[in-house]
């Protein structure tokens, strides 16, 4: 290719993608597509539970997307793309042996410290299913460093409900303990039928939980009503953030929330330090 | 560094040696306006500005930047900075490249900006007319101009150049300098000197209680609405601005359609869409919804978010943004104000 620009040189762009092979690709739900990544040359992807990174197309741009593999698995690394504008109808189009281009891992992920050692509550809304199963893979690979561990998971109906092997695991498992619901049933449905709050009442949590949420922002603010009650600390609730993170490294502004950018300074923050923020949930 | 002078008659072969031997970008007159221009001449040169259309930003941050280039699957950067010399730039001005240095440098370098920067040279030059919604003497007054590599200040008869990096040095060899004497020396500081206090408006009150009482301000939404009343959401403000550097990024295809390029454009946090996420089913969650709610950030942002990085507000005093809004409301020192005067 002839370009008339010079390359990079000696300083790198912070916007030069990644090449990305999918190894696997398949559609679990009518607009959710799950793929299996490497990066071409068989470098490992680095990265830590929670964290994004920006996938794209050529030609079509890219978009924030919150990695859904745990690190401890493999060299390959895993998303899920909901098809909601033209960069993920893009995507989307994409199969077995095709390329994304990727910029990442970008961003704070979950502070594993902080839930190390502790009872962890995962509450996981739709598709926030998604960069939690990061964290929760990683937690069931590690089961010894983490204490009792809670997973609660909701949807809008049983046919949104992802990763259905993995729920297969989670239900099956001793060492986690997993509620799911639907806000609508169907006919074959037997389990909980309600808001992802429902589910509180199946169980009792301790004061001293750590938890993790991430999901629709209606969520947030009727899931830290039932931690409050709980007695849970705000500073031991972390919230995982979307926002449209444009370009992922603290620049363009379009993921600010007052002095705080949702690419760098999260996606998960603490729920204490943004709980003052205006505009954050 | 050095003092040097240059009499008035030696000025123009100086730039014009320079222009021969560097791209130098510099004031031009533009119908009745001012803009940032590569110099074809040095008589196209006008130090007698007041202020310029946009700022001289745009040297480093272009309205569109190419980031990417692609052609199948072939992906390659797009760094290429050119020698520049940036020349007769006011110290405000100065001072909103000092921060959009320091914004695009921090935590993660930004090189499709830093590479340009690190190849220009700036000259500032002295203030010789003031612009009508100029508050620059009031605003952040803290805060000193640093980027700049030499300071020209034009007196009767003659030139003083203050050198004020290597590389500003190197720029004597372009024309007649000779050393300059002290009077001449005094006689620069006294010519700057004597523009401070007579911008037409003003802020009367100091960057911290500013920043204090804004942040205090954020609940008021009746305030906020009453501020922002008449808000197109145009983002004018945001494209004028010294210190405004948000941005989008959008792919384009070439007419072979195998290639293209990922460029960025300068945004507008004004705007409906900015803090908007596509959500499933086609619709949106707009994380600011009301005009107000704009409006209120791009003032948080100036006066509150980033004081702390920058040392002050985010705000140069240049007053584009007043002269830029359609409807007169953006004016800094009219919705300060306000706000200062706001008891409860």
Request: aromatic share 10%; with cysteine; hydrophobic share 35%.
């Amino acid at each position: 290719m002839s370009c008339s620009c010079s390359g990079n040189g000696s300083n790198e762009s912070l916007f030069l993608p990644r090449e990305a092979r999918i190894l696997h690709a398949h559609q679990p739900t009518a607009t959710e597509k799950h793929f299996t990544l490497q990066l071409v040359g068989g470098e490992r992807f680095e990265f830590q539970p929670g964290q994004i990174m920006e996938v794209g197309v050529m030609g079509y741009g890219e978009i924030p997307i919150g990695l859904a593999s745990s690190p401890t698995r493999t060299d390959t690394f895993e998303i899920v793309v909901r098809t909601v504008g033209r960069v993920s109808t893009a995507i989307n189009t994409k199969g077995n042996g095709d390329s994304l281009w990727v910029r990442g891992p970008l961003g704070h992920g979950f502070d594993l410290d902080a839930l190390r050692g502790h009872d962890v509550l995962v509450v996981a809304g739709g598709i926030g299913i998604c960069p939690t199963r990061s964290l929760i893979q990683y937690i069931a690979d590690r089961r010894d460093e983490f204490e009792r561990f809670v997973l609660f998971y909701g949807a809008r109906d049983p046919l949104q409900l992802l990763f259905p092997e993995d729920r297969g695991v989670w239900r099956a498992a001793h060492d986690i303990e997993y509620h799911e619901t639907v806000d609508r049933a169907d006919v074959a449905w037997t389990g909980n039928v309600g808001v992802i709050t429902t589910l509180f009442k199946t169980t009792h949590l301790a004061a001293d939980t750590r938890v993790v949420i991430c999901g629709p922002p209606v969520m947030f603010e009727f899931v830290i009503r039932e931690l409050d009650s709980i007695g849970i600390n705000r500073e031991n609730i972390f919230v995982d953030l979307e926002r449209r993170m444009k370009c992922g490294v603290g620049k363009c502004g379009h993921c600010q929330i007052n002095d705080k950018y949702c690419c760098i300074d999260g996606p998960v923050f603490p729920f204490s330090e943004i709980q003052a923020l205006e505009e954050a949930i | 560094m050095t003092e040097m002078y240059i009499r008035e008659g030696d000025f123009a072969p100086f730039v014009d040696a320079m222009i021969a031997a560097t791209r130098v970008i510099g004031p031009v007159g533009k119908r009745k306006k001012f803009v940032y221009e590569p110099l074809e001449s040095s008589s196209d040169l006008r130090l007698d500005f007041d202020v310029t259309v946009l700022p001289p930003k745009k040297v480093f941050f272009p309205p569109a930047q190419e980031l990417v280039r692609f052609d199948g699957d072939l992906v390659e950067g797009c760094i290429a900075p050119i020698d520049t010399v940036l020349f007769g730039v006011h110290f405000y001005d100065v001072k909103g490249i000092d921060m959009t240095d320091f914004l695009f440098r921090e935590r993660n370098a930004d090189y499709n900006y830093l590479a340009q920067r690190e190849a220009t040279t700036i000259v500032a030059s002295n203030i010789q007319a003031i612009s009508p919604r100029a508050f620059w003497d009031s605003v952040g007054p803290e805060v000193e101009p640093e980027g700049h590599d030499a300071f020209l200040t034009k007196l009767d008869g003659g030139y003083v150049l203050e050198t004020r990096t290597p590389r500003g040095e190197t720029l004597i060899a372009y024309g007649a300098f000779r050393d300059a004497t002290p009077e001449e020396v005094q006689a620069a500081a006294d010519v700057n000197a004597s523009v401070m206090g007579r911008c037409p408006e003003r802020l009367a009150h100091s960057s911290n209680a500013i920043a204090e009482k804004v942040r205090d301000s954020f609940g008021d939404e009746k305030l906020w609405r009453e501020l922002a009343n008449g808000c197109f959401s145009c983002g004018s403000c945001n494209t004028v601005c010294p210190t405004c550097y948000c941005f989008d990024v959008k792919d384009t295809w070439n007419l072979d359609q195998t290639s293209g390029q990922r460029t960025r454009y300068w945004d507008s946090c004004l705007t409906r869409e900015f803090a908007a996420v596509t959500m499933a089913g086609g619709g949106t969650e707009n994380f600011r919804e009301h005009h107000s709610a704009r409006f209120r950030h791009r003032f948080m942002r100036k006066t509150t978010y980033l004081n702390e990085k920058l040392g002050g507000p985010a705000c140069t005093g240049c007053g584009r943004c007043a002269q830029a809004c359609t409807v007169d409301i953006a004016d800094p020192v009219k919705v300060i104000t306000t706000i200062m005067e706001v008891t409860s």
